[in-house]
């Protein structure tokens, strides 16, 4: 099994899973489609691209679990940076949050130099406070603290 074929069986298998729950959709009239159509066409060319995919995937490099191991560091800090962002949103509040999160995007899973990322993570951050919190109006979480108003 190589990577290709692998991905291919998360197509194949999703299409079959989307085939299944849209058939009991109703599919309408072919002037006056119903709810059932669009999943039931996306389903379909998701099971014949993931059948396409895992035949030609043949010929490809194969999976070695070690070096899939180094490679899975990167998206898990990403989700375990999520996850963080995530429980620390309502308590620390938007601006800190946001900051640290992209900063550890940026340093990080990114790779990019500690003060390249500050200064961007620190650039958006405010960017993003300043166009949601006050040009849009929108409640972002002010934390404890309540540093900015």
Request: a positive charge; hydrophobic letters at 55%; charged letters at 10%.
């Amino acid at each position: 099994m190589n990577r290709i074929r692998a991905g291919s069986l998360l197509f194949l298998f999703a299409g079959i899973y989307g085939f299944a729950l849209s058939i009991e959709l109703p599919m309408g009239k072919l002037k006056q489609p119903g709810p059932g159509v669009f999943p039931l066409v996306i389903s379909i060319l998701l099971i014949v691209l993931g059948g396409l995919i895992f035949v030609s995937g043949k010929k490809q490099e194969k999976i070695e679990l070690t070096g899939g191991l180094k490679e899975l560091w990167r998206p898990l800090s990403i989700v375990l940076l999520t996850v963080a962002f995530i429980i620390a949103l309502e308590r620390v509040g938007y601006l800190i949050t946001s900051c640290l999160y992209l900063l550890g995007l940026f340093w990080f899973a990114s790779g990019l130099k500690w003060w390249v990322a500050a200064v961007l993570s620190g650039t958006l951050a405010l960017a993003s406070w300043y166009l949601f919190g006050k040009i849009l109006g929108v409640h972002l979480p002010m934390g404890y603290w309540r540093l900015l108003p």
